[in-house]
């Protein structure tokens, strides 16, 4: 069965700095993986989707990599800022019907 | 992009009551949906799976009699939550894939209190 873990639960910081956020896996054999950001009693916003055969993907100062063979993930934010407090979960799809599996999110706080 | 509505956003019911969850695609045909629950502090968890023109498909532990999922069109699927309790209160999320191989997209969820 997936299992999917990531470290910190939370993580606070003062803002413009860089920070990794970082998803484990325990099945390495993926469809894709992705990433999502959540505000307090909302829904969720898809952030980056790697698809297994990637390396990485980049929006805005978002990076996120994918190193299936160890089964991990990392989501990379560039100079941080207030606006970017939320939770970030990540998910894998193991295979193009299934279902996503979550992990537990990463509680990011930019302080001003 | 594609976008996935949900309604209604915020429901208090009385226990005993039944609330019924309504899950939009907008912009794109979807034959499976998926429904989530989400207690506080804690991550997503699949209830089922819903699959237009046949039976949900459930995880294990949720009782398919008091989480009723219909998916009638390509576009809607609902979850009835059954003489509901104040254990069933949680936030419910509803996703839907536009097709393989792209981000899944999930509605603004549903927050229930049962009283």
């Known amino acids: 069965k997936q299992e999917v873990t990531q470290i910190p639960a939370a993580l606070s910081v003062p803002e413009g700095e860089n920070l990794v956020l970082n998803c484990s896996f325990t099945?390495?054999?993926?469809?894709?993986l992705q990433w999502f950001r959540q505000d307090p009693g909302k829904g969720l916003t898809s952030l980056l989707l790697?698809?297994?055969?990637?390396r990485e993907q980049t929006s805005g100062r978002l990076n996120a990599s994918l190193d299936k063979s160890s089964g991990r993930s990392t989501l990379y934010i560039a100079a941080s800022q207030p606006g970017d407090s939320a939770t970030y979960l990540c998910?894998?799809?193991?295979?193009?019907?299934?279902?996503?599996?979550f992990g537990e999110g990463t509680q990011l706080t930019v302080n001003p | 992009g594609a976008v996935v509505s949900q309604h209604p956003s915020w429901v208090i019911c009385k226990s005993g009551t039944s609330v019924k969850i309504e899950c939009r695609s907008l912009?794109?045909?979807?034959?499976?949906m998926f429904w989530y629950r989400q207690f506080p502090k804690q991550s997503l968890m699949l209830m089922a799976t819903?699959?237009?023109?046949?039976?949900?498909?459930?995880e294990q532990g949720v009782e398919k009699d008091k989480f009723l999922i219909n998916h009638a069109s390509l576009t809607l699927s609902t979850l009835t939550v059954t003489s509901a309790h104040p254990e069933d209160s949680s936030f419910y999320i509803c996703?839907?894939?536009?097709?393989?191989?792209?981000?899944?997209?999930f509605g603004p969820g549903t927050r229930l209190l049962v009283l």
């Open positions: 790697i698809q297994s055969s990637q």
């Open positions: 998910a894998v799809k193991e295979t193009s019907g299934s279902r996503l599996t």
């Open positions: 996703s839907a894939p536009p097709f393989e191989g792209v981000a899944q997209y």
């Open positions: 819903s699959n237009e023109g046949s039976k949900a498909t459930y």
């Open positions: 099945d390495s054999a993926i469809y894709n």
């Open positions: 912009d794109f045909q979807a034959t499976t």
